[in-house]
């Protein structure tokens, strides 16, 4: 078993992408245009330059970093009341806190939608770490963002469980070097994920599981 396991969070922790997906809709359906569930699979686990380069490409727009503040500040008004967390989540962090692991946040939302998202949904306190992307050079599939989550924790990379839900965060952890779960949610393994090191699971509650029995 590892030292310490480093989390996504939307999509893997808390049940948000169908609402962020729902605000890239309904943007979308302001300026006149209709997302092609291409969208949805280039969007999901991207951030920095690879994000601007979606939404740039899919809005036909100059300036992508205005559209994903107005999605973002549309979601963060209705997680202030209610973050839906993933079954299994608490269980699983239960027990790695007992068997004494570190754990971290490593995610691209913003500083401030994270640390909402933990509080209002009560994982704050399990947590030693919480990093977003806008803190690394480079976004997912970069391992920016893994390396420096177990950086924070005092771990060799190698030393860490990443869980994530989606391709290029799967791919991000797996170039830091950590034992990558991934747990899909919206979007479905690539090819080069399922030919990958990856553990590919269906849930959190699997997840715990294969770590209790000593498979992961």
């Not at 601007?52 to 997680?79: C, I, M, N």
Request: aromatic letters at 8%.
């Amino acid at each position: 078993m590892k030292q310490g396991a480093i989390f996504d969070m939307d999509g893997l922790m808390f049940d948000t992408e169908a609402m962020y997906q729902a605000g890239w809709n309904e943007l979308a359906a302001e300026m006149g245009l209709t997302l092609p569930q291409q969208f949805v699979i280039e969007v999901s686990g991207s951030s920095g330059e690879l994000l601007k380069s979606v939404v740039r490409t899919y809005f036909h727009t100059d300036d992508p970093v205005a559209l994903y503040q107005r999605v973002v500040g549309t979601v963060e008004e209705k997680l202030k009341k209610e973050v839906p967390v993933k079954p299994g989540l608490f269980e699983l962090l239960d027990w790695l806190s007992a068997q004494n692991l570190k754990l971290a946040v490593a995610s691209s939302s913003y500083p401030e939608v994270i640390q909402n998202n933990l509080r209002v949904s009560g994982a704050e306190k399990y947590f030693s770490a919480v990093v977003s992307g806008s803190r690394v050079g480079k976004g997912k599939p970069a391992p920016d963002i893994f390396l420096y989550a177990a950086e924070q924790l005092g771990l060799d990379p190698r030393n860490c469980y990443v869980f994530e839900d989606s391709n290029n965060g799967v791919m991000a952890g797996l170039a830091a070097g950590c034992r990558t779960v991934m747990i899909p949610d919206y979007v479905p393994p690539k090819e080069e994920v399922r030919n990958s090191d990856a553990v590919i699971l269906s849930s959190l509650q699997e997840a715990l599981q294969e770590i209790k029995a000593g498979r992961l």
